[in-house]
């Protein structure tokens, strides 16, 4: 069964830095894609980055300059590098694994909290 764990959440201020880390640990088959959601109450989850065992990568343009998806093939391990962080940014964060092409399976981790203070 994989597993991931999410860490590196945390109340920061209005325009500071903080850096997201998911661990997979398990067998995870590749091609596969790996992605950071947000969630705030009351609302659906959304995408924030992505990028693919290949390295390629898709940003939402609401995050677009500020934010950097990167991930450690090697360790099984996807970043997520939150800079000129902004009130609305505040929510649960979740990183998700699942094929790139397709198929049946998708791994979720337990969340991450980053709550910005203005």
């Known amino acids: 069964q994989v597993q991931l764990v999410e860490s590196g959440g945390g109340l920061v201020q209005d325009g500071g830095s903080l850096r997201l880390s998911c661990a997979a640990s398990?067998?995870?088959?590749?091609?596969?894609?790996m992605g950071w959601y947000r969630q705030v109450p009351g609302k659906q989850r959304e995408l924030v980055a992505t990028?693919?065992?290949?390295?390629?990568?898709n940003t939402e343009n609401s995050v677009k300059g500020r934010f950097t998806i990167s991930r450690d093939n090697a360790k099984n391990t996807a970043y997520l590098q939150m800079n000129s962080l902004k009130p609305e940014d505040t929510a649960v964060y979740y990183c998700?694994?699942?094929?790139?092409?397709?198929?049946?399976?998708?791994?979720w981790g337990q969340g991450t909290q980053v709550t910005v203070s203005s």
């Open positions: 998700n694994v699942r094929p790139l092409y397709g198929g049946v399976w998708s791994f």
């Open positions: 990028i693919t065992s290949g390295g390629w990568v």
């Open positions: 398990g067998r995870i088959e590749s091609p596969n894609v």
